[in-house]
């Protein structure tokens, strides 16, 4: 199975930003979709937003839209999350995962996750 690494955590005070890393272990990021998630303590995984890197169409939870971005870099077979004007209940475990067909920002179409990486943002 492919293996999904992210990277790119860390703490930031709010209204900075970060950029977290999906990098997989080879190229199979064209097919289907990845998705990125979040899960903040106490609470349920939420999907945060999703690319098909096939043809760039990206989708955002209500949430982020406006300061979140996801973009693809097919060279080093990467999907990034750009996050800007993060606020203190951004902070959560961030995940990227992938779908073989289409899909939306539910976690339950999505079979192949990483181990994600801790944001945590200060007031």
């Known amino acids: 199975q492919v293996q999904l690494l992210e990277s790119g955590g860390g703490s930031v005070q709010a209204g900075g930003s970060l950029r977290l890393s999906c990098t997989a272990s080879?190229?199979?990021?064209?097919?289907?979709?990845v998705g990125w998630f979040r899960r903040a303590p106490g609470k349920e995984r939420e999907g945060v937003g999703r690319?098909?890197?096939?043809?760039?169409?990206?989708y955002y939870a209500d949430f982020v839209k406006g300061r979140f971005t996801i973009s693809v870099d097919k060279d080093k077979n990467t999907v990034y999350l750009q996050m800007n004007s993060l606020k203190p209940e951004d902070t959560a475990i961030y995940y990227c995962?992938?779908?073989?067909?289409?899909?939306?920002?539910?976690?339950?179409?999505?079979?192949?996750w990483g181990r994600g990486t801790q944001v945590t943002v200060s007031s």
């Open positions: 690319i098909y890197p096939g043809n760039g169409y990206d």
């Open positions: 080879e190229w199979t990021l064209n097919r289907g979709c």
């Open positions: 995962a992938t779908a073989p067909g289409q899909c939306g920002l539910s976690p339950s179409v999505y079979n192949n």
